[in-house]
């Protein structure tokens, strides 16, 4: 499909992060990124589509808006519509993170693997300058997400 990010394993040839992550942790259960039990996996699934469906298509038009960065490497201008529209959408989806995270430090209660697809998009709109802060919870769970070893990693080999 063209697209990045994408895996190719011997035969196996896949595109989308969230299936790419889901068979890496699958691949390599003692990174320990999927719960043992079939309902706590379901949930991480719940959150990795509420991601793809929701939050991360909020994010896109905003981190084009705002992120010099994205701008720089996307060459387009940016569309104030689309961003107004992607930031009425996150004050709707980031009261729900908040409240998921009310009493714990990740969403499952142990990192997996619906905490990191998260990251990315929610680290390039905080870097355009969107205010994260009337959702504290949240602020302190994507600082938690971006201070991980391989995060710092990743971002480093993307961003140099």
């Given at each position: 499909m063209?697209?990045?990010?994408?895996l190719v394993d011997g035969p196996l040839k896949l595109w989308e992060s969230n299936a790419i992550n889901w068979y890496a942790a699958e691949?390599?259960?003692g990174?320990?990124?999927?719960?043992?039990s079939i309902e706590r996996r379901a949930s991480v699934?719940?959150?990795?589509?509420?991601?793809?469906?929701?939050?991360s298509p909020a994010?896109?038009?905003v981190f084009r808006a705002t992120n010099a960065r994205?701008?720089?490497?996307?060459?387009?201008?940016?569309?104030?519509?689309a961003a107004e529209g992607g930031r009425k959408e996150l004050a709707?989806?980031?009261p729900v993170l908040e409240g998921a995270l009310a009493d714990r430090e990740w969403l499952e209660r142990e990192f997996s693997l619906a905490d990191v697809a998260y990251a990315p998009h929610l680290s390039l709109v905080a870097e355009g300058g969107f205010d994260l802060s009337p959702y504290p919870r949240v602020c302190a769970w994507?600082?938690?997400?971006?201070?991980?070893p391989a995060w710092r990693k990743a971002a480093e080999m993307i961003f140099g």
């Amino acid at each position: 499909m063209g697209k990045i990010p994408a895996l190719v394993d011997g035969p196996l040839k896949l595109w989308e992060s969230n299936a790419i992550n889901w068979y890496a942790a699958e691949k390599v259960p003692g990174a320990r990124l999927l719960p043992a039990s079939i309902e706590r996996r379901a949930s991480v699934q719940r959150w990795l589509f509420f991601q793809a469906a929701h939050v991360s298509p909020a994010c896109v038009p905003v981190f084009r808006a705002t992120n010099a960065r994205v701008q720089a490497f996307l060459h387009n201008a940016a569309d104030p519509q689309a961003a107004e529209g992607g930031r009425k959408e996150l004050a709707r989806y980031l009261p729900v993170l908040e409240g998921a995270l009310a009493d714990r430090e990740w969403l499952e209660r142990e990192f997996s693997l619906a905490d990191v697809a998260y990251a990315p998009h929610l680290s390039l709109v905080a870097e355009g300058g969107f205010d994260l802060s009337p959702y504290p919870r949240v602020c302190a769970w994507l600082d938690r997400l971006l201070a991980r070893p391989a995060w710092r990693k990743a971002a480093e080999m993307i961003f140099g």
